[in-house]
């Protein structure tokens, strides 16, 4: 059975211009959860089960549009190549939820981009603390949190998806 393509070829990717927007489009949901099922499932061995925890509340967050929550979406060669999002829960506390790039992106600088801009979008929404659920082995994000300041502050291990996997929650006071 062949891997799943998510449609950004890497041949494409390394010579495309790429943009970041905010504006939901038809397929956006869809292609993110997709991206974040294949590329979790390639990289890590997760099930599906991974592709429902991404699913459920990201389209719950579509669906309401709160001004106080944020989707950016990257693009490259017109295709959904990445995502981060900024996701309210409570009146002071936001998450930091589906921040993914294809592989052919990432070291270009793409993701410290998009987390200066979710940080400049939740200091203007007055949060005070921003958290976050990641998985050991993603040293790179695990780096770029702490370069910002990010804190570890909780840790379990599980098989949530398929896999023994240990999750770290960062945190962010602002």
Known sequence: MSTPRTGCTTEILMTAMYSIRTELKPGDIGFITYLHGILHAREFGWDHRFETYVAVPLAEVAQA????????????????????????????????????????????????????????????????????????????????????????????????WGSTVTEQKFRLDI
């Open 65 to 160: 549009g709160r001004p106080e929550e944020r989707i950016w979406i990257v693009e490259a060669a017109e295709q959904v190549c990445g995502s981060i999002a900024l996701v309210k829960r409570s009146a002071d506390v936001a998450q930091l939820r589906w921040f993914l790039l294809e592989p052919a992106l990432r070291g270009r600088g793409i993701g410290r981009q998009l987390l200066e801009l979710l940080l400049e979008f939740a200091r203007a929404q007055d949060y005070r603390s921003i958290e976050l659920w990641t998985v050991t082995g993603l040293d790179a994000a695990a780096g770029l949190y702490r370069r910002y300041g990010f804190e570890l502050v909780e840790e379990k291990t599980g098989e949530p």
